[in-house]
């Protein structure tokens, strides 16, 4: 039987991520074989992920990078706030959100290497080693044939890391430093007016009659006779419609200028017209229904597991 050295040890636990007793059974179990040792644990570790993965993973950490004409925003969750502070975690954090310039879509990047695993199994492995649900929950890349994809992290904790990610795509030929300064403006409205949609004709359209349902239902409750209701339908939707469309929206920071407006009017100061083509707004754990339960109810729980 091989001896299993302190040397040996190390070497699985800084490959792996176990603890030390973990490491050294499954060597001992392995008879040494480090290759073998390693999928033992990760095959440990998996089932450790599947117990945890039926828990609300709402927390964790909002990742941007853009480099020149391209740029990607990543989502990946967490049980709680304390593993998003997690060195390790924004590490990983950071480094796929670079990977996801390399890729379309998020099962690509699920599957692109990782220091010679995948995306996927090395978060696997980092449920087992933290002990929390974690998941890489969406993805989005925005890229133009010229100009700028600019980023902006909202609550940022650290570099590019932070509750709320979003990218502006601008195509322009213009002064890029310049491009990307309107960018930067842009994404910062964005972050703050949660748009719905760029412009009127990307409107989600089930959205939008269940829009006007509510404002005919309302005004009917209200006892307006139904052809005046019929009347002011069309003004209230395009009411609507300013408040959800980015370029309809009224730029924040000056309270006048629609963001339409000052893409428009950019061109002079940029050297070339300006076209917003797409953005990207990412917010941690948006949608996700969180579990609420109370102090009391937590402790009842505890004493009777």
């Known amino acids: 039987m091989t001896q299993i050295t302190a040397s040996m040890v190390k070497e699985l636990r800084e490959k792996s991520g176990a603890g030390m007793m973990d490491a050294k059974k499954a060597l001992t ?61 924004q590490t990983f954090v950071r480094n796929i959100s670079e990977k996801a310039l390399t890729v379309d879509d998020k099962d690509a990047l699920l599957a692109a290497d990782y220091e010679g695993k995948s995306v996927s199994d090395t978060l696997t492995d980092m449920v087992a080693t933290i002990g929390e649900h974690m998941t890489v929950r969406r993805m989005e ?15 940022a904790v650290a570099t590019n890391l932070g509750k709320i ?28 007016a949660f ?49 959800i469309c980015l370029m309809d929206q009224i730029f924040v920071m000056d309270g006048e200028t629609s963001i339409a407006n000052l893409v428009k009017n950019a061109a002079a100061d940029v050297g070339a017209p300006v076209e917003l083509k797409a953005y990207a707004r990412v ?12 102090f009391a109810a937590e402790v009842s729980k505890v004493a009777n597991g």
């Open 283 to 294: 917010q941690l754990g948006e949608g996700i229904e969180k579990e609420v339960e109370d």
């Open 141 to 155: 890349k925005l890229s133009v044939t010229d100009g700028a994809v600019v980023g902006y992290v909202h609550n």
């Open 165 to 192: 990610g979003v990218l502006v795509a601008l195509e322009s030929t213009g002064d890029k430093a310049k491009l990307e300064a309107l960018g930067k403006q842009i994404a910062m409205h964005v972050a703050a």
């Open 195 to 243: 748009p719905q949609c760029l412009s009127a004709d990307q409107a989600d359209q089930v959205a939008l009659e269940r829009e006007r349902n509510i404002i005919r239902e309302t005004a009917l409750a209200e006892g307006k006779p139904a052809e005046i209701v019929e009347k002011m339908l069309d003004g209230r939707m395009k009411k609507y419609l300013k408040e």
């Open 29 to 89: 179990e392995m008879d040494g074989d480090m290759e073998a040792a390693v999928d033992h644990l990760r095959k440990k570790g998996m089932a450790k992920a599947d117990k945890k993965s039926s828990r609300t993973a709402a927390e964790g950490l909002v990742a941007i990078i853009s480099e020149g004409t391209t740029g990607a925003v990543v989502e990946v969750n967490s049980e709680t706030d304390f593993v998003a502070r997690n060195e390790k975690f």
